[in-house]
């Protein structure tokens, strides 16, 4: 059972720090832990979808791109294991599950199925929202939380960018859309990728928007970031 939500960090108010990043799926059947998981992962700037059994994750798992799966062991239909072991033969998403017992057999079982992380129930929030950030970075291949693409430096962990060192303003959709990019950087990231992850299931925006978020980064960080590949999509080049 978790305990209590623990508030937002401080941010420097130079810069944005936005209320969408990545998109993450939670499935978990206890209603007030799966709302106070929703809302705390929403606080820290991702878009969250939710599921209450195995089944339904397992769809929207296999369905969407996420960045990332919080999974409740112990669920209806199918649990969390089945959804795993399921989720594996297509999928690479980073998982973390959440186990209620802290015996040694349920972390090997989940290790050997696939997992990428677990934690023990009751677990601090900190400390998950901490696990998923590690697991988004290191499913993208960066270890650390500072990227730096010539003189543009993006902090992941407090959502700052600096350019040559002074701090620049992004709006919450554009520090997306760059951390985006920059975490698959070298590769050419297409609109459907940027929409799914950066967008979740209860956002309607309009998809033709995506070109003024790429104007209004590139003439805040010039115009040489971010390449667009016509009739591919947009690649920030390695
Ligand atoms: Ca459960």
Redesign the pocket.
Known sequence: MLSKVVSTPPRCDTVAAGPITMRILVV???PR?LHNLAKALREEGYAVDTAENGEDGLFKAETYNYDAVVL????PQLDGWGMLERLRKHKKTPVLM?T?RDAHTDRVRGLDSGADDYLVKPFDLGELLARVRALIRRAAGQSRSNLQIGDVAIDTRNRTVTLAGQPVTLTAREYAILEYLALHRGEVVTRTDLYEHLFDESDDTLSNLLDVHIFSIRKKLGADLITTRRGQGYCIES
């Open positions: 978990e059947d206890e832990l409740d062991i112990m669920l959440l209620a």
